[in-house]
C-alpha cells in the first residue's frame, strides 16, 4: 500500500485545513486509517485514527474531523481553530491489524500555524 499525504501549508491561528491521504496499492476499505504528527525536537504522536470507531489525542478533540472515503481511497483530516502548537509535519497511517501496529506510512505534509 502506498499512502500520499496532502494538503498542508500555512495557516493563522484560529484557521482550518484539511489534509488528504490518497492511497493506493491495497483493499482500502480492509485498513485502519491514522494521523501521526511530529513536530521538531519532539517524538511523533497519535492524532486520530478511523476504523470502526474513531478515536482521537485529547489534544485535538472537538477541533479536528478524522473521516474517509472508501470510493475514492482516500482519508481526511479536517483541521479547525488550529493552534500554533498544533504546528508538525503529519503523517497518514495504515494498520492491517488496528490498534496493534501501523504497517504503513505516507511521506508526510507540513502543517505551520502562525501565532
Known amino acids: 500500500v502506498q499512502l500520499q499525504a496532502s494538503g498542508g501549508g500555512l495557516v493563522q491561528a484560529g484557521g482550518s485545513l484539511r489534509l488528504s491521504c490518497a492511497a493506493s496499492?491495497?483493499?482500502?476499505?480492509?485498513?485502519?486509517m491514522g494521523w501521526f504528527r511530529q513536530a521538531p525536537g519532539k517524538e511523533r504522536e497519535f492524532v486520530a485514527a478511523?476504523?470502526?470507531?474513531?478515536s482521537y489525542a485529547d489534544s485535538v478533540k472537538g477541533r479536528f474531523t478524522i473521516s474517509r472515503d472508501n470510493v475514492q481511497n482516500t482519508a481526511y483530516l479536517q483541521m479547525s481553530r488550529l493552534k500554533p502548537e498544533d504546528s508538525a509535519i503529519y503523517y497518514c497511517?495504515?494498520?492491517?491489524?488496528?490498534?496493534?501496529?501501523?504497517?504503513?506510512w505516507g511521506q508526510g505534509t507540513q502543517v505551520t500555524v502562525s501565532s
Open positions: 478511523i476504523s470502526r470507531i474513531i
Open positions: 496499492g491495497g483493499t482500502f476499505s480492509r485498513y485502519a
Open positions: 497511517a495504515a494498520s492491517r491489524i488496528y490498534p496493534c501496529r501501523w504497517d504503513y
